[in-house]
C-alpha cells in the first residue's frame, strides 16, 4: 500500500469553485501516484465570520453563556461542512473515489468547552474502512462532537489543529498544510522583502514562532505535532496542480524534530513581531510575598493571559511591577487593576497599548553566546528603546514603542544575516 498522508486546506485554497476545483485536482495528482490520503478542507475564505455575523443579528454578542456558544457552534460548523461536501463532488468529478465526513460522524471527540475545545480522541475504523477500498477520505477541519452528542468547534486556526491530530490517530507519514504561502519565511515577508524561505525548523522554533506572532500555523497545531512527533510540511495551493509530485512533496518548510540536516540552520532562524501586544504597570506596590500573586490571580481569575512579567528590585519597602497582555484584553485589564488597587496601598497604574514585541529565534542560540547582545546593539544603534526583556533557551524577546516595529524586524534580519539564508556548515 502506498504512503499515507494528510493535506489541509485553508479557506482561501477553498475560497471559490474555481479554487476547489485545484485542490481537486492537486488531490488526483497524489492518488495517482498511489498515495493514501485523508483531506482536512477548511471552510471557503470569509464563510465562518459571515456565519457568526448572521448570529450578531440576534444575540448581543457580548452574552456568552454556554446555550449561546453551543448554538454557535452548531452554525459556525456548516462551514467546513459546505466546503468538504464540495470537495467530494469535484473529486468525483476527476475519477477519484472519494467520501466525506463531518467531525461528528468519524467521530473526533473533544471535551464541551464550546467555541474552544479541544481534541481527546479520535476514532480511526471509519478512515481505515474507506482507506481500505482505496478512497480519499474527506472530513471536516475544525470541529468534533462531545460526550452528549453536540457538535463542538475548536477556534480559529482549528483546522490545523484536526489535521495534525488525525494524522496522528491514523499514523500518517507527514501532514502537508497548504496555504496561500509557500512556506516559513525568516520574517513577515510584508515587512522585510529580503525575507527568506526556511527549508527546515524544528518543532521549538515553530512553537515560538506561533506564540510570538506568526500566523502560519495554529498555536495548537504546532504543540500537537511536537507532542507526537508528527513532521508537519508547510506549502503553497497556489503553484500549479500539475506540479511534478517530486518537487512538490520536497517543498515549503519541514518542521520536525533537530536532525542533522537541520545543522544548516543559522543561530538565528527567524524576526517575529506582534501589534497585539499592551503593556500595564503598578507602581509603588509594597515589596512583600504575595504581591505578585494577588496581582497575577485577579488577571487570570478573569480569563486573561499574561504573557512578559517584570518586577523591579524594592526600594524603601516599595517596588514596581509590570506585565504585558493582549491588546484585546488591555481595558479589562485596567479595570481589573483598578478593583484590587485598594489590596495594593497607595500604587499608581498606567498602561500603554501602542507597544509591540519583537523576538529573535533559533535553536542555535542555545549554544551561541552573545545573542542578544547583538540584538540589543542592534536596537541602539537606530535609538530604539527598550521596555521589557523575556527570554529562553530558544528566543529572545523585547517590548518597544509600536511605531519602531518594522525598523526592528528589518535591522535585526540584516544584522543576523537572514537576508542570505541558512549557510551549510
Same mark, same amino acid.
Given at each position: 500500500?502506498?504512503?499515507?498522508?494528510?493535506?489541509?486546506?485553508?479557506?482561501?485554497?477553498?475560497?471559490?469553485?474555481?479554487?476547489?476545483?485545484?485542490?481537486?485536482?492537486?488531490?488526483?495528482?497524489?492518488?495517482?501516484?498511489?498515495?493514501?490520503?485523508?483531506?482536512?478542507?477548511?471552510?471557503?475564505? @470569509? %464563510?465562518?465570520?459571515?456565519?457568526?455575523? *448572521? /448570529?450578531?443579528?440576534?444575540?448581543?454578542?457580548? !452574552?456568552?453563556?454556554? #446555550? =449561546?456558544?453551543?448554538?454557535?457552534?452548531?452554525?459556525?460548523?456548516? @462551514? %467546513?461542512?459546505?466546503?468538504?461536501?464540495? *470537495? /467530494?463532488?469535484?473529486?468525483?468529478?476527476?475519477? !477519484?473515489?472519494?467520501? #466525506? =465526513?463531518?467531525?461528528?460522524?468519524?467521530?473526533?471527540?473533544?471535551?464541551?468547552?464550546?467555541?474552544?475545545?479541544?481534541?481527546?480522541?479520535?476514532?480511526?475504523?471509519?478512515?481505515?474502512?474507506?482507506?481500505?477500498?482505496?478512497?480519499?477520505?474527506?472530513?471536516?477541519?475544525?470541529?468534533?462532537?462531545?460526550?452528549?452528542?453536540?457538535?463542538?468547534?475548536?477556534?480559529?486556526?482549528?483546522?490545523?489543529?484536526?489535521?495534525?491530530?488525525?494524522?496522528?490517530?491514523?499514523?500518517?507519514?507527514?501532514?502537508?498544510?497548504?496555504?496561500?504561502?509557500?512556506?516559513?519565511?525568516?520574517?513577515?515577508?510584508?515587512?522585510?522583502?529580503?525575507?527568506?524561505?526556511?527549508?527546515?525548523?524544528?518543532?521549538?522554533?515553530?512553537?515560538?514562532?506561533?506564540?510570538?506572532?506568526?500566523?502560519?500555523?495554529?498555536?495548537?497545531?504546532?504543540?500537537?505535532?511536537?507532542?507526537?512527533?508528527?513532521?508537519?510540511?508547510?506549502?503553497?495551493?497556489?503553484?500549479?496542480?500539475?506540479?511534478?509530485?517530486?518537487?512538490?512533496?520536497?517543498?515549503?518548510?519541514?518542521?520536525?524534530?533537530?536532525?542533522?540536516?537541520?545543522?544548516?540552520?543559522?543561530?538565528?532562524?527567524?524576526?517575529?513581531?506582534?501589534?497585539?501586544?499592551?503593556?500595564?504597570?503598578?507602581?509603588?506596590?509594597?515589596?512583600?510575598?504575595?504581591?505578585?500573586?494577588?496581582?497575577?490571580?485577579?488577571?487570570?481569575?478573569?480569563?486573561?493571559?499574561?504573557?512578559?512579567?517584570?518586577?523591579?528590585?524594592?526600594?524603601?519597602?516599595?517596588?514596581?511591577?509590570?506585565?504585558?497582555?493582549?491588546?484585546?484584553?488591555?481595558?479589562?485589564?485596567?479595570?481589573?487593576?483598578?478593583?484590587?488597587?485598594?489590596?495594593?496601598?497607595?500604587?499608581?497604574?498606567?498602561?500603554?497599548?501602542?507597544?509591540?514585541?519583537?523576538?529573535?529565534?533559533?535553536?542555535?542560540?542555545?549554544?551561541?553566546?552573545?545573542?542578544?547582545?547583538?540584538?540589543?546593539?542592534?536596537?541602539?544603534?537606530?535609538?530604539?528603546?527598550?521596555?521589557?526583556?523575556?527570554?529562553?533557551?530558544?528566543?529572545?524577546?523585547?517590548?518597544?514603542?509600536?511605531?519602531?516595529?518594522?525598523?526592528?524586524?528589518?535591522?535585526?534580519?540584516?544584522?543576523?544575516?537572514?537576508?542570505?539564508?541558512?549557510?551549510?556548515?
Amino acid at each position: 500500500m502506498g504512503k499515507l498522508v494528510v493535506h489541509k486546506y485553508g479557506g482561501t485554497s477553498m475560497g471559490s469553485v474555481e479554487r476547489i476545483q485545484s485542490v481537486a485536482k492537486r488531490v488526483a495528482k497524489w492518488y495517482r501516484q498511489g498515495y493514501r490520503l485523508v483531506v482536512v478542507p477548511s471552510a471557503m475564505s @470569509g %464563510e465562518t465570520d459571515k456565519l457568526l455575523n *448572521l /448570529a450578531k443579528q440576534f444575540q448581543h454578542p457580548e !452574552v456568552h453563556d454556554a #446555550s =449561546y456558544k453551543r448554538a454557535l457552534d452548531m452554525l459556525a460548523s456548516t @462551514g %467546513e461542512q459546505v466546503s468538504s461536501a464540495l *470537495l /467530494a463532488v469535484a473529486l468525483l468529478k476527476e475519477g !477519484v473515489p472519494a467520501v #466525506s =465526513y463531518a467531525g461528528w460522524q468519524v467521530p473526533i471527540r473533544t471535551d464541551s468547552l464550546f467555541t474552544k475545545a479541544r481534541i481527546v480522541d479520535i476514532e480511526r475504523d471509519r478512515i481505515d474502512e474507506h482507506l481500505a477500498l482505496n478512497q480519499v477520505v474527506i472530513i471536516t477541519g475544525f470541529q468534533g462532537v462531545d460526550k452528549n452528542g453536540h457538535i463542538t468547534t475548536l477556534g480559529r486556526g482549528g483546522s490545523d489543529t484536526s489535521a495534525v491530530a488525525i494524522a496522528v490517530a491514523i499514523k500518517a507519514s507527514e501532514c502537508l498544510i497548504y496555504t496561500d504561502v509557500d512556506g516559513v519565511y525568516s520574517t513577515d515577508p510584508r515587512l522585510e522583502p529580503k525575507a527568506t524561505l526556511k527549508s527546515y525548523l524544528s518543532f521549538e522554533e515553530m512553537l515560538e514562532m506561533a506564540s510570538l506572532g506568526s500566523k502560519v500555523l495554529h498555536l495548537r497545531s504546532v504543540e500537537f505535532a511536537m507532542k507526537y512527533n508528527m513532521p508537519v510540511r508547510v506549502l503553497s495551493s497556489f503553484t500549479p496542480a500539475d506540479l511534478d509530485l517530486s518537487k512538490e512533496a520536497q517543498s515549503g518548510t519541514l518542521i520536525t524534530f533537530e536532525k542533522d540536516k537541520m545543522m544548516e540552520q543559522a543561530v538565528v532562524s527567524s524576526v517575529a513581531c506582534s501589534r497585539n501586544e499592551a503593556k500595564i504597570s503598578v507602581f509603588h506596590v509594597p515589596d512583600k510575598p504575595g504581591v505578585a500573586f494577588t496581582i497575577l490571580q485577579a488577571i487570570a481569575a478573569a480569563s486573561i493571559d499574561v504573557d512578559m512579567i517584570v518586577q523591579n528590585v524594592g526600594k524603601g519597602a516599595k517596588t514596581d511591577f509590570s506585565f504585558t497582555v493582549a491588546r484585546g484584553d488591555y481595558t479589562q485589564a485596567i479595570k481589573v487593576i483598578q478593583e484590587i488597587a485598594p489590596k495594593l496601598g497607595q500604587c499608581e497604574i498606567q498602561g500603554d497599548d501602542t507597544i509591540c514585541k519583537v523576538s529573535i529565534v533559533g535553536i542555535g542560540m542555545r549554544s551561541h553566546a552573545g545573542v542578544a547582545s547583538t540584538m540589543f546593539e542592534t536596537l541602539s544603534r537606530e535609538n530604539i528603546n527598550i521596555l521589557m526583556i523575556s527570554t529562553s533557551e530558544i528566543k529572545t524577546s523585547v517590548v518597544i514603542e509600536e511605531k519602531y516595529m518594522e525598523l526592528a524586524v528589518r535591522v535585526l534580519h540584516q544584522a543576523f544575516g537572514l537576508h542570505l539564508g541558512a549557510t551549510p556548515i
